[in-house]
């Protein structure tokens, strides 16, 4: 692959304090539109619309279109705006810690969520270790059978297990088919059946990062390793998992945060008797109408994942400063 | 410093004072935030000049080529191309081209479309194009590959797309950045020879950038030698190989033994050199350096004789013990140990297959030079 | 590579990949089930195929999941190659950090919060819920993994390409559209795809952001779910697969195709 020596080998001093050729390349072409467009778009539908919960989280619920009050306003001028802001108040929040409900479901939604990303981590290691490790001309096909799922219905795959899990569901079937039970399992409607929705749902997730970083990985460090005297076992600890850790961080945070949050699985496969933060949320917006407070029950959730979501940031940028 | 004279050619414009400059950098500097690239640096390329710059990756060469293209601007100073301040003028309406050491080669056209790609843009007429392209192919011998897509071509055919497309505009002047860097050896040495016929036959002036001394002395017909963004020497590869100016150009280019001292008696150029423990050096070529004056004298491995017994006729003779012999069949190099501790090296051309005065590990020897061979650095 | 592929590692990765694979294979069995009851095999059939093609609910809802993703997908992608631009050429300018954390913090942030938020706003501004602002929301998301994606391409873009535009004389407006946009377009038109299938696949975002007349597929589908199991949105799911899968395996085969291709060129070339 001589190309690629090739193309990589350029390497010229791009970052200049002056004023570089390629400043002036994109300045030319765009006016900085290049910048000003994703990033109002991204203002006004990505971050406005938080404030706006914020602001909504802190009103009352009212049999109204919309179904809170204060509505916002911008007709009133800025003393309008100044006579809402009075009608604001911690109502919601106060509620939120009086009530064991909310409380428990936070709690249960995190432990539920580490949970799985260490069962997903446990499951998806082997697997993105074997693709790695896998013959060079077949390792392009495994890696486009992790991502095909990926490409199909989330909702479809979730709802697959139903069939299984079910008490008179494929599994059960086999395993009282086989003796191996007489009695049907009750998986179906408890937590378990969340932790093996979100393990299947999210291990491409952990597999795709893990695979890149143990790809990548040089295997002759190994053989050099027991060349040293290191036995297998310590030279996967000492040597491979140190440094796939980048990989184990990103896999991590991208099951942990959406997991905490996650609707689909718990409310398919937990039932009624389980309790995730994101179900809760659903109910009060689309059963209870209630905004306010599920606006509420979003910022206290947004509150709590803001230091994973960092961790995730940081991760990434770093990962591309090693790729440049 | 006298002028040992080209060997190639018999073109000199830089002994001519009224040859008129075609580039000229004048106390140019770059910055790159904190990290000075380029130092307050002048330099003077003539028309139809094959000039090399040559130094260790970082020392700030690639710099000055991409200032030249327009892709950097000088923090300080100016560059004038023929006359005309180059400052504010972008890279596309500059009058060079550049040959990038990754070729830098469209991946989604063809060969006849990287070639003409730059015709393209000046609005050139589609015939004319054509034919250019034409020229172009066959002057780097690929006629046969008009079609192909960089991908489906060797890494040296590669190297003469890249070429063909940097002078089917016919620049003004040719920049190449590394341009051989890419090929192996055998190939290398081939391409050479090309770039400076392709040079003579067009006329064009190349400013090439390398780390590679051998490439820089074959082709150029003047090298400057960068270090740490400044200007060392320029000269043209036989002075900086026989008369370097400096400590750092003599070690930088080729082999030297270097011997500290100072001048202890001297006229007219000639003079004695006191290297201490007892070893005196007579050299003609002392320059004004007067004495007291501590000074290096540097001389080159191929001139220095390695014998058994003290020739009678040497008027500097030094002995020592035969540390190491490396054969390495044109030519033998000796590592000499003197009884000062310092090791000289030489090296034996092997005229005859089988030497008279076979000397071997530990032997006692006599290293000896004509008070000619060597220079004496005082910077 | 004679690296060894141990026995451990070939049961990990096929007790993984049956894992993966075994829910999907068994949803698409049961689809061609002629029993009502989806996990007791009776016999071949297709017709709930057949009477998928009567439900008019469902015809309905695909064709709008097919508009919203198909302008989605459009959208998005022109807004995530600006967006990768603005990251990868422009190291410095203000407000770069809460730009890239809003580029990256769509992609885990958890769908009821996104949807919940939109929604919010819709309201705020007094749009009216429908397909708009379906399309709106899945801009909004899609951009964001659109972005990723070329960003990872420019990333690894060879800058002296543009340079050697460049000095041959194009303007940087050329360049860009020229030498550029040709060299990272294959990320671009995965970034589509991927947008697309993301906005097909939305269930979350979708049910906060739409309102009537504007039911998605994947709404569609979860409301007949919660109401039971029924072979009939088996082969729902078993159409929406396979028209997924043969769209990747299509495009990965071509790409495969153009690889090999390109090794056989290469090798061609090495020899003479």
Redo the contacts between chains.
Sequence with gaps: ???A??????A???????????????A??SGR???I???V??????????V??FK?SLSQTAIAI?PYTPA?DISGGFSGFLAQLKQLNLDNYTWLTQDALYFNAYVTSVIIAAISTVLTLL??Y??A???A?????IR?T?L??????F???????V??????L?P???LN?LLLATGVIHQPLIILNTYTAIFIGIV?SY??FM?LPLYSALEKMD?SLIEAAKDLGCPPTSAFWKITFPLSLPGVIAGC??VF??A?????IPD?LGGSQTLMI?KT??NE??GNRD?PL??AV?VI??LL?IV??ML??RA??RA?EM?? | MKSLGSIRRDFTPWNDPNAKPYIQFDNVT????DFT?VNNLSLTIFEREFFALLGASGCGK??LL?MLA????P?AGRILLDGQDLRGI??YRRPVNMM?????LFPHMTVENNIAFGLKQDGMPKPEIAARVAEMLRLVKLEQFAKRK??QLS?GQ?QRVALARSVAKRPKVLLLDEPL??LDKKLREETQFELMDLQQNLGLTFVVVTHDQEEAMTMADRIAIIDKGEVMQVATPAEVYEAPGSRFVAGFVGNVNMFEGKIARGEAGAASIDAGNGITIRTDNAGTASAGTAVTFAIRPEKIKVSSKKPAEAINAIEGEVYDIAYLGDMTVFHVRLDDGQVVRASTMNAARITEDPLSWNDRAWVSFRPDAGVVLTR | ?N????R??????V???A???L??V??IV?SFNESKL??VWGGFSTKWYVSLFHNQGLMDATWVTARVGLISATVATV??T??A??LT???R?K?RV????????????????TG???L??F??VGLNRGILTVT??H??LT?CFV?VVV??RL??F???L??AA?DLGA???K??FQITLPVIMPAIVSGWMLAF?LS??D??IA??TSGPGATTL?MK??SQ?RLG?TPE?NAA?TI??AV??IG?IIA?LAN?RREVQRQLD?QAAQRG
């Design positions: 692959m001589s190309s020596a090739v193309t990589t080998a350029s010229s001093p791009a970052t200049s304090t002056g004023k570089s050729v390629h400043a002036r390349l994109g030319a072409f539109l290049v910048i467009i994703p990033y778009w991204l203002l006004f539908f990505f971050l406005i619309p938080f706006i919960v909504i919309p916002l499951v998806g082997p697997i270790y074997g693709m490790r896998a013959p060079a001309t392009p495994l486009m059978l992790v991502i095909l799922p490409w199909t219905s989330f909702l479809i795959r709802y697959a297990w139903i069939g299984i079910k008179e569901g494929l079937q299947y291990l491409p597999v295997y945070l991208l945060i959406p905490v949050g996650e609707f689909v398919l994101g949320l659903w917006f689309f905004w599920s606006s979003a959730l947004l994942l994973p979501i995730f940031q990434q940028a591309q790729d440049r | 770059k910055k790159f935030g690239a690639s710099t991409r327009g892709f950097e601007e923090t972008p890279p990038f050491q990754s070729y830098a960089p991908h890494g590669r860097g890419a | 590579m690296t060894t592929w141990s451990f590692n070939i049961t990990s990765v007790l993984g990949f894992f993966l694979y829910p999907i068994l949803l049961f989806v996990t807004l995530g600006l967006a631009l603005a050429r422009y190291t300018f407000g809460l730009f890239s954390g809003m580029v990256f913090a769509p992609l885990v942030m958890p769908e009821v919060i919940l938020s939109l919010l706003l309201v705020a709106l929301a801009i909004t951009m972005a960003q990872s990333i690894t060879d800058r002296s543009e340079e460049m303007t940087p407006v360049t860009f299938t097909l696949d269930l979350v049910s906060f994947p589908i979860y779910v199991v949105i799911c929406l697969i997924v899968a990747v990965s495969k290469e």
